[in-house]
């Protein structure tokens, strides 16, 4: 495989595998990530999968980019190119009023009734690709393609925690109040930022996620339950 | 030893608890946050004597006030040049000195400085996330924000009268150009746009916070509608949004984005730059990764020296008059 090595400043390495986004691209990126954690180099402080590179910081006192370059170099060689297969992770969402503000919008755009939104968004299979913009904002991929959606013109600001947010390919659910310019289809009592030290975050990048319809009673119920920890 | 109660009668925006950072959940979205500049906020805490990394509160050109309630602690300021008021006294930043019950401290913008650091010889009592009590500004997860009206609790508090005093400066910061790596996307832009970022000037804007800080200055055309898929950010990283302007990502930086990035400023130089204000001009200068990690490397140990001299303490008002005396007797100094 070919990757490209790039120093970045003085204390990381970013690793990529190619320029435009591809299943292929991300499950390099996915098994180097792998290969690292389980052969961790002195002085490598963390690794950050993207989708079509994966950044190798270290600490510039310990380590270089030459001896990390050799090292992922190394961990390349011996790495097995398959998908890795990540853990199953199943997410409720309420698809009702007031939690899903853009859902007609959404219908009248791509030309379904709402029902088949939602239909088409809990028979797509997900998967987390990365994470960004905020403490775990997971972009997860695989929305199908009848009910893509560009973003809007203008964010709107104030979207709750906990919404269900799609663009295009990508759903998101939010951990924070935060503005956005997705739009809002639901919104989930599971929490992304689960508030367990030994697990704070509850997807692991290359996880697969679906989603679980529930009806607005439930989400009332879990929301009260996870609000309790 | 005892408990200080100290209630805060001003705090402007932006004013946080720091400790040094929460690395190593980038791959969350995480950024490791911690102090905007490493140096000052290490160097309130060797003046002190504490264990590095320990909880402080970083102050913004917002200020602080404090009015001590219950209680006694000696404290260090650091960081650019503020205002410190204590006791009918006006000083300047750099100094430790003790604050008693029922006397108040201002800490307020100076002649230069965005950050000022305030290290408590005891422990600050704050909320911790993933094991740090590092603020991360967008969310307010950890130690949080400063607010007025509420009480800072130090426990272990000690009165040290052998570190009072002013604080030696660093005198091994650089005062050039800030340095940085060029790419990872320098090859994406126009090809004047990399020879402008080096050599005309920027400015400080006001979008400024703890997330970035945002430059006015020459357009960095792109090379085409270019838009890359969202790849990891560092802090230090130079961003160029669409139409041209140039974003120094800093402590709070978001962890992935599709920006194309012209270069990264070496980790020292991002708490340099740390400490500049609006309109303040800023030059760039290009180095290689090789001689950034040596003029890093370089740094860390200057800084590991200055850190242990300034943590070795003074001695008694009385220690410090006979060794004064000591040392001006003496016909070879």
Same mark, same amino acid.
């Given at each position: 495989?070919?990757?490209?090595?790039?120093s970045?400043?003085?204390?990381?390495?970013?690793?990529?595998?190619?320029d435009?986004?591809?299943?292929? /691209?991300?499950?390099? *990126? #996915?098994?180097?990530?792998? %290969?690292?954690?389980?052969?961790? &180099?002195? $002085?490598?402080? @963390?690794?950050?999968?993207?989708?079509?590179?994966?950044?190798?910081?270290?600490?510039?006192?310990?380590?270089?980019?030459?001896?990390?370059?050799?090292?992922?170099?190394?961990?390349?060689?011996?790495?097995?190119?398959?998908?890795?297969?990540g853990?199953v992770?199943?997410?409720?969402?309420?698809?009702?009023?007031p939690?899903?503000?853009?859902?007609?919008?959404?219908?009248?755009?791509?030309?379904?009734?709402?029902?088949?939104?939602?239909?088409?968004?809990?028979? /797509?299979?997900?998967? *987390? #690709?990365?994470?960004?913009? %905020?403490?775990?904002?997971?972009? &997860?991929? $695989?929305?199908? @393609?009848?009910?893509?959606?560009?973003r809007?013109?203008?964010?709107?600001?104030?979207?709750?925690?906990?919404s269900?947010?799609?663009?295009?390919?990508?759903?998101?659910?939010?951990?924070?109040?935060?503005?956005?310019?997705?739009?809002?289809?639901?919104?989930?009592?599971?929490?992304?930022?689960?508030?367990?030290?030994?697990?704070?975050?509850?997807?692991?990048?290359?996880?697969?996620?679906?989603?679980?319809?529930?009806?607005?009673?439930?989400?009332?119920?879990?929301?009260?339950?996870?609000?309790?920890? | 030893?005892?408990?200080?109660?100290?209630?805060?009668?001003?705090?402007?925006?932006?004013?946080?608890?720091?400790?040094?950072?929460?690395?190593?959940?980038?791959?969350y979205?995480?950024?490791?946050?911690?102090?905007?500049?490493?140096?000052?906020?290490?160097?309130?805490?060797?003046?002190?004597?504490?264990?590095?990394?320990?909880?402080?509160?970083?102050?913004?050109?917002?200020?602080?006030?404090?009015?001590?309630?219950?209680?006694?602690?000696?404290?260090?300021?650091?960081?650019?040049?503020?205002?410190?008021?204590?006791?009918?006294?006006?000083?300047?930043?750099?100094t430790?000195?003790?604050?008693?019950?029922?006397?108040?401290?201002?800490?307020?913008?100076?002649?230069?400085?965005?950050?000022?650091?305030?290290?408590?010889?005891?422990?600050?009592?704050?909320?911790?996330?993933?094991?740090?009590?590092?603020?991360?500004?967008?969310?307010?997860?950890?130690?949080?924000?400063?607010?007025?009206?509420?009480?800072?609790?130090?426990?272990?508090?000690?009165i040290?009268?052998?570190?009072?005093?002013a604080?030696p400066?660093?005198?091994?910061?650089?005062t050039?150009?800030?340095?940085?790596?060029?790419?990872?996307?320098?090859?994406?832009?126009?090809?004047?746009?990399?020879?402008?970022?080096?050599?005309?000037?920027?400015?400080?804007?006001?979008?400024?916070?703890?997330?970035?800080?945002?430059l006015?200055?020459?357009?960095?055309?792109?090379?085409?509608?270019?838009?890359?898929?969202?790849?990891?950010?560092?802090?230090?990283?130079?961003?160029?949004?669409?139409?041209?302007?140039a974003?120094?990502?800093?402590?709070?930086?978001?962890?992935?984005?599709?920006?194309?990035?012209?270069?990264?400023?070496?980790?020292?130089?991002?708490?340099?730059?740390?400490?500049?204000?609006?309109?303040?001009?800023?030059?760039?200068?290009?180095?290689s990764?090789?001689?950034?990690?040596?003029?890093?490397?370089?740094?860390?140990?200057?800084?590991?020296?200055?850190?242990?001299?300034?943590?070795?303490?003074?001695?008694?008002?009385?220690?410090?008059?006979?060794?004064?005396?000591?040392?001006?007797?003496?016909?070879?100094?």
């Open positions: 495989m070919n990757a490209r090595f790039t970045i400043a003085d204390h990381a390495l970013l690793v990529t595998f190619a435009e986004i591809s299943d292929n /691209a991300h499950d390099l *990126v #996915l098994a180097l990530d792998k %290969a690292l954690a389980a052969n961790m &180099l002195d $002085g490598v402080t @963390e690794t950050v999968p993207a989708l079509v590179n994966l950044l190798v910081s270290f600490d510039p006192v310990v380590t270089d980019h030459s001896k990390v370059e050799t090292h992922v170099r190394q961990c390349l060689e011996a790495v097995e190119i398959q998908a890795v297969k853990t992770r199943q997410v409720e969402v309420c698809y009702e009023a939690f899903a503000p853009d859902l007609d919008a959404v219908a009248a755009a791509v030309g379904l009734s709402t029902d088949a939104v939602i239909n088409a968004h809990l028979a /797509a299979k997900f998967d *987390v #690709l990365m994470y960004g913009f %905020a403490p775990g904002y997971a972009y &997860l991929s $695989g929305a199908p @393609e009848q009910i893509h959606v560009p809007k013109q203008t964010p709107v600001r104030d979207v709750p925690a906990g269900v947010i799609i663009a295009g390919a990508q759903c998101l659910i939010t951990t924070l109040t935060m503005p956005t310019g997705w739009s809002i289809i639901g919104r989930s009592p599971t929490r992304i930022l689960t508030g367990d030290p030994k697990h704070p975050f509850l997807f692991d990048v290359g996880d697969r996620v679906t989603f679980q319809r529930i009806d607005l009673a439930t989400f009332e119920r879990l929301n009260r339950e996870t609000a309790h920890g | 030893m005892g408990e200080a109660v100290l209630s805060v009668s001003f705090a402007g925006p932006l004013v946080t608890v720091q400790d040094a950072g929460r690395p190593g959940h980038m791959r979205g995480v950024p490791a946050s911690g102090p905007m500049d490493r140096l000052a906020f290490d160097a309130a805490h060797a003046a002190l004597g504490n264990a590095q990394g320990v909880s402080a509160i970083e102050i913004s050109l917002g200020g602080l006030m404090l009015h001590c309630k219950e209680g006694a602690v000696t404290l260090a300021i650091t960081g650019g040049d503020f205002v410190v008021e204590h006791g009918g006294q006006k000083t300047s930043s750099w430790v000195l003790s604050l008693h019950k029922g006397e108040r401290l201002a800490i307020r913008a100076g002649t230069a400085g965005s950050w000022a650091y305030l290290a408590f010889a005891g422990r600050l009592g704050s909320e911790d996330w993933l094991g740090s009590q590092a603020t991360h500004s967008t969310s307010g997860f950890g130690g949080g924000a400063v607010q007025t009206g509420q009480s800072l609790e130090i426990s272990d508090a000690t040290r009268d052998d570190r009072l005093g604080i400066q660093a005198e091994f910061t650089a050039g150009p800030i340095r940085a790596v060029t790419g990872p996307q320098d090859h994406h832009f126009e090809e004047t746009a990399v020879a402008r970022f080096l050599s005309e000037a920027f400015t400080v804007t006001d979008a400024y916070d703890r997330m970035g800080m945002r006015k200055g020459p357009l960095l055309g792109l090379d085409g509608a270019l838009s890359i898929p969202s790849e990891p950010i560092v802090r230090g990283s130079v961003q160029v949004s669409g139409d041209g302007v974003t120094v990502l800093l402590a709070d930086h978001q962890t992935t984005g599709g920006y194309p990035k012209i270069a990264t400023v070496i980790s020292c130089d991002t708490d340099r730059l740390a400490q500049w204000r609006a309109g303040q001009p800023v030059r760039f200068t290009a180095v990764s090789a001689q950034a990690l040596a003029d890093v490397r370089r740094f860390m140990v200057q800084k590991a020296h200055y850190l242990e001299r300034i943590s070795v303490p003074r001695g008694s008002l009385e220690q410090r008059l006979i060794r004064e005396n000591l040392i001006h007797g003496c016909a070879f100094d």
